[in-house]
């Protein structure tokens, strides 16, 4: 079966970020940009399905500005088959992501998508189901074990409180929980042969989708920074200011 | 805390814009090292430094190796550590594609090699010695032999030693005493023991393919009579696999103030019959495969003195910026991170400057590798090749003395915290000390400096590296923003000439002088090579800077590091000139007695 | 025009989320205005359905009570409530694992934009919402005529509401059962546990590395008993095999919001301070009085774990 990954370039998982002084936004000027974390476990899962002989072909996918390419490399260098990069320059929210994501799968057929199931920058969690949604799959979302089984795929999701399973009709949409397998690191002769895979570069124009956001965002601020408090010196003196200064013993 | 972060900014601004990855990526061979295909690598090789090899450091430090009868066990790590980075095929990575490498130029696997240092020096060693032996492989082994050891040590199935010292021999190869004897069908029984042999001995791999240094019974005295043997652990089998064992043991393994998580063993050929061993190379000419090997090997030790001064760098910002002590000198405020204090800060800037000074000549040097092994032009690549001998003694010497210098200033940074292990600073400063001792003392590569380098040729190569030097001054000199860095870099260059001059003014009667002012002759010319870097760098921020490319604020700190090496590092080469004239005369003739 | 809520449940109780999630409407519903609806969706959920009628603020509740609405899945959960969008300005669930698997798929159905754990409401179209892990708030505005979010439980505090009295919202049934041959349920493993939920509970216990091994957890579970609180844990407990996964809090983890947060032995790198600082009141107790928790607490006690907490237990 083909499977097709998305994946996403974000600000990379270790960077502390900055939010811009006039409050428009998160500044990204030359900071440094990596793989999602979610969509390298999406990747891994994909390419252990293509290693047990369940999918035949891995296709990696990103919505974004050139320079997403790189994260199409990175995927292409763990293992992904080819990939196609569907470019565009506005700020891509889920909605939009998941509707070019709906016309690549329209063209390529796949029987299984795998997303992370959010990405680091925006934290939405939203494009996996709502790809599904606009495909008519079904969803097996913040998965932790992924089976096919006769057909059919077999997804523990994690939930709040501990796991459910799900089976599905394939085709399917699955999106990726922090579990569901250890990302590999790439392998030297994959990273070189990765600049030879199959690229193929469509604009969001020539989907015929509109990728641009609904939203507006209004502000970006940071978080009200939590001051220090008081050091206790003893267990006593811990208890009575959480009764009467803090309140919040009894 | 995240341990280690490869410098990839550092990196990618020195290779694109100071180290010449664009003409090395021009040269014939070289062409795959494409510009994206370089930052993929160096962004790959980091997640594994980070994720994989630093992690290990310090459990390596803490568990170190142990003897067990004639076993040696490694850290519990290094196994997954070494099987992951065989898997990876980072090995192969500047090794040629005949064998399974990839055949990358060595601008792309400094960097690379660096990382790996910086996240795990100790482990590191393991792999560098496969190699370094492919390495020699390649310049002496036949192609029988070739074709039956080579791509097992480019894809690290079976891991590599250097057999070089004996108790007797160690600075001094003449007086190596292994015997080979020749049995009379073309193989070799050896007889003999080496001592301070990493990875001597252990069981994360099949089998331990050792090249030994060895003396023939029809050799002549000292250097000229040495041969090299290809030795393994296990001899092979018809079908090329591990067999029946050879007659090599480790005897004992030494107990060391750093790189705990390598074994240093001591080894004992032919205990009963003899260690069968293979002629590789001509016989007798075993120390010249050394030596071209070795400038090789020099030069990895001083991207070491780099690697291991970024970690202890990385360490000491990040302990600087949390520590809260102290009221800040000028505002008076409390509670802020010692990183406010100035000294600190000193300390910190400092560490900063001479990093980006040592990574840009190392990576520049390592371009001149390069071109000197690549370029269709043969004056050119000889003009690169004779750059390349000439500051190998510094690169080594000098980026090893000053990377023990910044895991020191690291741990002053830490104060208290820095004299107590758990931080892991003072592991990096004991891991650190060797790196001055190890492939050639300071000492030897400054005897080799002078005498080699120098004086052999009566200066000439120095003299047209002066000029180079003296070009990149005048260049500065033409934008007015970099002036007094032109300034600096033409007080550096003065005093270079004046101590070149008066070196080679000296008669034979002066060489006690001279060899006593070997050293600081070193120092004084890596200070010149780092201030010549760092206005070289300055430079490049400058023109990114014009054409409004890249981060400015980062561009504006490569210039201001470039003015505080300038102020700060830059007059010391005035007094390291002073002991090679004034001190050397003294030390001539300083009476033994005295001591 | 009106706003929904989807109802939280889970053995046949209404979820405590739920609550939150009106709270939020109720928010929007002052500039906006409307009525606010709450759909519970499950089988047999009558008793659910009179719970949920007594939350304040609450004017009706539609009950789809059908086999296929069992558990809660999202292919026919999400095409019910793209139907019934059509009658409201706003859905809105909680964050929970169940409003984050259904919601977009509903907002998609509509061609619309979902707005994710909103932490504020502005007015009846423009949020804040964390990202980057909550290290930057966007404030949001939906130009969407159908505004779908999902709401933080944590960030808004519960309406009223009592299982005893009678509700003052009228119960209506929704007929409509939606097909669903895409997904079928297969089974569930909850964990166990008289401890309330760790991202709902109000007093949050957490160990650290510092703790030292699994076993020394149960000097935690005194205290979390006498506080009725959860225990949770920082990652490097995780990494360390002290605890299991669910039980982390941080980046990675749990984002947890509750009254009282006490660490235990944890130094306090990023990521976990990401997951709790949104507390009301933060406790640490660490050995090393440099640890970066200090920076961020309301009350710091350096010293011996191993000796604090046996005698807070005693004490409390």
């Not at chain 3, 935690?220 to 506080?227: F, Q």
């Amino acid at each position: 079966m083909k499977v097709l990954v998305a994946v996403k370039r974000v600000i990379d998982y270790n960077v502390k970020i900055r939010v811009k002084s006039d409050h428009s936004d998160v500044d990204l000027t030359n900071v440094k940009m990596a793989l999602n974390p979610f969509c390298e476990i999406a990747v891994e899962e994909a390419v252990r399905l293509k290693e047990k002989g369940v999918a035949s072909e891995v296709v990696a996918v990103t919505v974004g500005p050139k320079a997403a390419q790189e994260q199409l490399c990175t995927a292409l260098a763990l293992g992904a088959d080819r990939a196609i990069h569907v470019q565009t320059d506005e700020r891509v929210e889920s909605l939009g992501a998941a509707k070019a994501l709906a016309k690549v799968v329209e063209g390529e057929q796949p029987d299984l998508v795998i997303l992370g199931k959010q990405a680091i920058d925006s934290d939405n969690n939203q494009t996996g189901q709502m790809l599904a949604a606009l495909t008519g799959r079904p969803q097996g979302t913040f998965a932790s074990e992924v089976v096919v089984e006769d057909g059919k795929l077999r997804v523990t999701r994690e939930i709040d409180g501990g796991l459910q399973t799900v089976e599905l009709v394939l085709p399917a949409i699955v999106t990726t929980d922090l579990r569901l397998n250890e990302p590999r690191y790439a392998k030297l002769p994959d990273i070189m042969k990765a600049k030879k895979k199959p690229l193929d570069v469509k604009t969001a124009e020539e989907l015929g989708v509109e990728v641009g956001s609904r939203l507006t965002l209004v502000k970006v601020e940071p978080p009200a920074e939590r001051q220090g408090g008081v050091k206790v010196g003893s267990v006593d003196e811990l208890i009575d200011k959480l009764k009467n200064e803090a309140k919040v013993i009894s | 805390m995240i341990d280690y972060q490869a410098p990839l900014r550092d990196m990618q601004f020195i290779l694109g814009e100071l180290a010449g990855l664009p003409d090395v990526t021009a040269l014939p061979d070289c062409e795959e090292a494409s510009p994206d295909l370089v930052a993929a690598i160096l962004e790959e090789a980091s997640k594994f430094a980070t994720g994989v090899l630093a992690p290990t450091n310090r459990q390596g430090d803490l568990e170190g190796c142990r003897l067990e009868g004639e076993r040696v066990i490694v850290p519990d790590s290094w196994q997954s550590a070494y099987d992951q980075f065989r898997e990876a095929g980072w090995l192969g990575l500047s090794l040629p594609p005949e064998f399974g490498g990839q055949g990358l130029p060595k601008l792309v696997s400094t960097p690379v090699w660096e990382m790996w240092f910086s996240s795990n020096m100790a482990f590191t060693m393991l792999p560098q010695l496969n190699v370094g032996q492919a390495e020699a492989l390649l310049i002496a082994a036949s192609d029988e032999q070739k074709a039956t050891w080579l791509s097992k040590i480019v894809s690290g199935e079976w891991a590599a030693t250097m057999n070089l010292t004996e108790p007797q021999a160690g600075s001094d190869l003449a007086a190596t005493r292994m015997r080979a004897e020749p049995t009379g069908d073309g193989d070799y029984r050896l007889f003999g023991q080496k001592i301070y042999i990493s990875y001597g001995e252990h069981e994360l791999t099949p089998n331990i393919v050792h090249l030994v240094l060895a003396r023939l019974p029809d050799a002549p005295e000292g250097v000229k009579g040495l041969s090299l043997f290809l030795v393994p652990k296990y001899r092979l089998d018809a079908d090329g696999n591990p067999g029946e064992k050879n007659d090599v043991r480790c005897i004992s393994i030494e107990h060391k103030m750093g790189i705990h998580g390598s074994p240093t063993c001591t080894l004992s050929f032919g205990d009963t019959e003899g260690a069968v061993g293979y002629l590789v190379g001509e016989p007798h000419q075993g120390l010249k495969t050394m030596f071209i090997m070795m400038n090789e090997a020099r030069f990895g030790v001083g991207v070491q003195g780099l690697a291991l001064g970024e970690r202890a760098y990385q360490s000491a910002l990040d302990y600087a910026r949390e520590r809260v002590q102290g009221r800040n000198i000028v505002s008076g405020e409390a509670g802020q991170p010692i990183l406010y204090h100035p000294d600190v800060k000193r300390m910190l800037v400092g560490m900063r400057a001479r990093l980006l000074a040592m990574r840009t000549f190392l990576y520049t040097a390592a371009g001149w590798f390069d071109i000197a092994h690549h370029h269709p032009d043969a004056a050119v690549a000889d003009r690169h090749r004779r750059y390349v001998d000439l500051l190998m003694p510094v690169a080594k010497g000098w980026c090893t003395e000053v990377g023990n210098e910044l895991c020191d200033e690291a741990i002053q940074v830490f104060g208290g915290m820095g004299f107590v292990e758990e931080t892991g600073v003072a592991q990096l400063f004991r891991d650190a000390r060797i790196i001055t001792i190890y492939e050639g003392t300071t000492g030897i590569q400054a005897n080799d400096l002078l005498g080699r380098k120098i004086l052999r040729e009566k200066g000439a190569t120095l003299r047209e590296l002066l000029d180079d030097m003296r070009a990149c001054a005048q260049a500065a000199r033409e934008d007015a923003r970099l002036t007094e860095l032109a300034e600096g870099l033409e007080e550096l260059l003065e005093g270079l000439a004046a101590t070149t001059d008066w070196l080679l003014a000296q008669g034979k009667e002066q060489t006690a002088t001279l060899y006593g002012g070997a050293v600081p002759l070193l120092y004084q010319l890596g200070t010149v090579v780092g201030g010549w870097q760092l206005v070289r760098a300055a430079q490049a921020a400058q023109r990114q800077r014009d054409a409004g490319e890249g981060d400015t604020d980062y561009l504006d700190s490569v210039i201001a590091l470039a003015r505080f090496y300038m102020a700060t590092y830059a007059p010391e080469a005035a007094s390291h000139a002073r002991v090679v004239r004034d001190g050397g005369q003294v030390l001539a003739h300083f009476p033994e007695a005295g001591l | 025009m009106s706003i929904l809520v989807l109802a939280e449940h889970h053995d046949g109780k209404l979820g405590s989320a739920t609550a939150h999630a009106v709270a939020a409407a109720q928010a929007i519903a002052q500039d906006g205005g409307g009525d606010i609806d709450v759909l519970v969706a499950g089988e047999n959920v009558g008793t659910i359905a009179e719970a949920a009628a007594t939350l304040d603020g609450v004017a009706k509740v539609r009950v789809a009570d059908a086999a296929v609405y069992a558990h809660q899945l999202a292919e026919p959960l999400g095409e019910l409530l793209a139907e019934l969008a059509g009658d409201y300005s706003h859905v809105l669930a909680a964050a929970s694992t169940t409003g984050k698997n259904v919601l977009p798929r509903l907002a998609a159905l509509r061609n619309v934009a979902q707005l994710s754990e909103i932490i504020s409401v502005e007015s009846a179209d423009t949020f804040k919402r964390p990202i980057y892990a909550g290290n930057a708030i966007a404030t949001v505005q939906s130009d969407d005529a159908l505004k779908v979010i999902t709401v933080r439980a944590t960030a808004f505090d519960a309406v009223a509401g009592s299982l005893q009295d009678q509700g003052s919202a009228s119960i209506e049934a929704v007929d409509r059962v939606v097909d669903n041959a895409l997904s079928s349920f297969i089974g569930e493993e909850l964990a166990q546990s008289d401890r309330p939920e760790l991202s709902a509970a109000k007093v949050v216990v957490s160990g650290g590395r510092g703790m030292g091994s699994g076993e020394n957890f149960t000097l935690l579970e005194g205290i979390a008993d006498k506080l009725g609180a959860a225990i949770g844990a920082s990652r490097a407990a995780v990494d360390a095999g002290f605890v299991p996964n669910d039980m982390q809090v941080g980046q990675t983890g749990k984002i947890v919001a509750p009254e009282l947060y006490i660490a235990v032995g944890i130094s306090g790198a990023i990521q976990h301070l990401a997951g709790m600082k949104d507390a009301k009141v933060i406790v640490a107790i660490n050995k090393d009085e440099e640890a970066p928790i200090f920076q961020v607490v309301d009350y710091g006690l350096v010293g011996d774990l191993f000796e604090i907490l046996p005698e807070l237990e005693q004490k409390l």
